[in-house]
């Protein structure tokens, strides 16, 4: 499983495992470097490592002597070579003792890149603590110019490693290689020009250890296939629960139908698409598997309301009084989980009080918009610290936030899991939709609110990131037709 931390979580990490686990700094660094070397390819050859003063730097050293004991061909430039710290000039000075070529002049710097093929950014890394100013500006500047391919020590030099800021200026990198955690500025939709493809190594120490300072999670298949609620082989289609779909306008009919049969797909034992009258005749027929009910028939949807396992309220309802009344009225009649989708927020951000109905029963499925609508905080305040912004919300109404995006959060307050799968191929009308339905299937089929999130969004992601490696642009239907295979492919 890989954590996310910030630059405070690592100090932890490093004050825990030497201080009290008794392992010296030392080692750690040569773990990492060992582990960082590792991952390089073997056919690279002809390295240029920068290296800072702190134990990024030393990291960079020990690196370098890593690659030299594998016969590669390797140079150092010294960023500074006073004032370093204590395992930095260790590793400094066995890179000395060993002859490797280094150079720390500034001006010798930029023919330096230009005569090598890889160049490793061990500048800084947690400890960038402010702007940078002469002569790391040029550094970084010279690295980026001339640098045919980048690999990084932990963060791209200039990266604030917590906010994903840069400090002015910032290596750009082809590659990161980070220790212990995923660094929870890598989540900064303004970081991802500077990452390139990301990998996460450990440093010897147990995921005991790990959990112990960080409970944000980055999903990956192997923990989503363990969520698994194995189906029995007796089982019938009223151990799947009775999912009610509560969608659809006359504008919208499109978004009904595409949650109504998500939610089919994924397995719920029953669905009920409930719409307004005026819709029924249009939706009755909009999937053999899929009954209909009339929203104007109160009778039958108290009975709805009393009897489902799941509701899913808000795709394409339109944001107006009417569907504020209608969210009135579930809540009044209904205790069954619920999943909020769209419209039904954008209702909710007008009577936030409503929330207190939903504590405890509920996942609020908003993109940034409907976020910023409903929390009152701008987009820009949100994108500052989503996470943050996500687990504030979950804990004041003590529901589950899924905020939708480039690296989806899913937050019961406490526990944050973010979620990769999922790319532009998919940035089209509809998909908002298609998770709603899934979520809400899957919560049908006695998967925990928080499980169906995490799940769901997985799940969706998953399928069009596969889709996406033969078709162009992925629709919300092809979503839906692919996802039984796909959830087999995940979960068996
Ligand atoms: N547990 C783990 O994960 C492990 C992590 N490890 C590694 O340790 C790294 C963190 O090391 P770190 O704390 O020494 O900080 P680092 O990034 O090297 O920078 C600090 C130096 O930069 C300087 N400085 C800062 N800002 C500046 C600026 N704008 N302009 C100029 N100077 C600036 C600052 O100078 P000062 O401000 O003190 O004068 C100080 O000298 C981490 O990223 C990982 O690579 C591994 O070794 C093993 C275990
Ligand atoms: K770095």
């Known amino acids: 499983m890989i954590y996310i931390g910030d630059n405070k979580t690592t100090g932890e990490i490093d004050s825990y495992s030497i201080n009290t686990l008794n392992i010296p700094g030392i080692v750690l660094m040569e773990n990492a470097a060992r582990n960082f070397t590792g991952t390089i390819d073997t056919n690279l050859d002809n390295f240029l490592i920068v290296c800072g003063k702190g134990n990024n730097g030393g990291d960079g050293y020990a690196v370098a002597r890593q690659l030299v004991s594998l016969n590669k061909r390797?140079?150092?430039?010294?960023?500074?070579?006073?004032?370093?710290?204590?395992?930095?000039?260790?590793?400094?000075?066995?890179?000395?003792n060993l002859g490797i070529p280094m150079e720390n002049d500034i001006s010798a710097l930029e023919e330096l890149i230009i005569s090598h093929d890889v160049v490793i950014d061990a500048v800084?890394?947690?400890?960038?603590?402010?702007?940078?100013?002469?002569?790391?500006?040029?550094?970084?500047?010279?690295?980026?110019?001339?640098?045919?391919?980048?690999?990084?020590?932990?963060?791209?030099?200039?990266?604030?490693?917590?906010?994903?800021?840069?400090?002015?200026?910032?290596?750009?990198?082809?590659?990161?290689?980070?220790?212990?955690?995923?660094?929870q500025g890598f989540l900064n939709y303004s970081a991802a020009e500077f990452?390139?493809?990301?990998?996460?190594?450990?440093?010897?120490?147990?995921?005991?250890?790990?959990?112990?300072?960080?409970?944000?999670?980055?999903?990956?298949?192997?923990?989503?296939?363990?969520?698994?609620?194995?189906?029995?082989?007796?089982?019938?289609?009223?151990?799947?629960?009775?999912?009610?779909?509560?969608?659809?306008?006359?504008?919208?009919?499109?978004?009904?139908?595409?949650?109504?049969?998500?939610?089919?797909?994924?397995?719920?034992?029953?669905?009920?698409?409930?719409?307004?009258?005026?819709?029924?005749?249009?939706?009755?027929?909009?999937?053999?598997?899929?009954?209909?009910?009339?929203?104007?028939d109160k009778n039958r949807l108290l009975d709805l309301l009393k009897k489902v396992n799941s509701i899913a309220f808000g795709p394409g309802l339109g944001n107006n009084p009417r569907t504020l009344e209608l969210?009135?009225?579930?809540?009044?009649?209904?205790?069954?989980?619920?999943?909020?989708?769209?419209?039904?927020?954008?209702?909710?951000?007008?009577?936030?009080?409503?929330?207190?109905?939903?504590?405890?029963?509920?996942?609020?499925?908003?993109?940034?918009?409907?976020?910023?609508?409903?929390?009152?905080?701008?987009?820009?305040?949100?994108?500052?610290?989503?996470?943050?912004?996500?687990?504030?919300?979950?804990?004041?109404?003590?529901?589950?936030?899924?905020?939708?995006?480039?690296?989806?959060?899913?937050?019961?307050?406490?526990?944050?899991?973010?979620?990769?799968?999922?790319?532009?191929?998919?940035?089209?009308g509809g998909m908002g939709d298609t998770l709603t339905g899934i979520t809400a299937s899957l919560i049908s089929q006695k998967y925990t609110i928080f499980a169906s999130g995490k799940i769901g969004s997985f799940l969706h992601g998953y399928i069009g990131e596969k889709l996406s490696k033969r078709s162009f642009a992925i629709t919300a239907e092809d979503i839906i037709r692919n996802i039984p295979f796909y959830q087999k492919k995940l979960f068996l």
């Not at 899924?402 to 899991?417: A, F, M, P, S």
């Open 74 to 96: 390797v140079s150092v430039f010294s960023c500074e070579t006073s004032d370093m710290s204590r395992d930095c000039q260790i590793n400094y000075d066995i890179c000395r």
């Open 327 to 428: 969210l009135k009225f579930v809540l009044e009649n209904s205790d069954a989980p619920m999943v909020i989708d769209a419209d039904g927020i954008n209702v909710l951000a007008e009577e936030p009080a409503l929330l207190e109905k939903l504590k405890n029963r509920c996942i609020l499925t908003p993109h940034l918009g409907e976020f910023s609508r409903i929390s009152g905080l701008s987009i820009e305040e949100i994108s500052k610290d989503r996470i943050k912004a996500a687990k504030d919300f979950s804990k004041k109404y003590s529901v589950i936030l899924l905020l939708k995006g480039y690296n989806t959060i899913i937050t019961n307050e406490c526990d944050v899991y973010v979620n990769t799968t999922g790319n532009s191929s998919m940035a089209n």
């Open 195 to 296: 990452l390139g493809k990301i990998k996460v190594v450990n440093i010897g120490l147990p995921e005991h250890v790990i959990k112990k300072f960080s409970n944000t999670v980055l999903m990956d298949k192997k923990y989503i296939s363990s969520l698994l609620i194995p189906r029995l082989k007796y089982s019938h289609k009223g151990n799947f629960g009775h999912t009610l779909i509560i969608a659809g306008s006359p504008e919208f009919t499109g978004a009904a139908v595409i949650s109504a049969n998500a939610a089919v797909k994924t397995g719920s034992g029953l669905v009920t698409l409930a719409v307004f009258h005026e819709c029924l005749n249009m939706l009755s027929s909009c999937s053999p598997e899929v009954m209909t009910a009339d929203l104007s």
């Open 124 to 183: 800084f890394g947690t400890g960038l603590d402010k702007p940078l100013a002469a002569p790391y500006d040029k550094i970084i500047n010279n690295i980026n110019q001339y640098g045919k391919y980048i690999i990084s020590v932990d963060i791209p030099s200039g990266i604030n490693g917590s906010t994903g800021e840069t400090a002015g200026i910032a290596v750009k990198a082809d590659r990161t290689v980070s220790f212990v955690t995923y660094k």
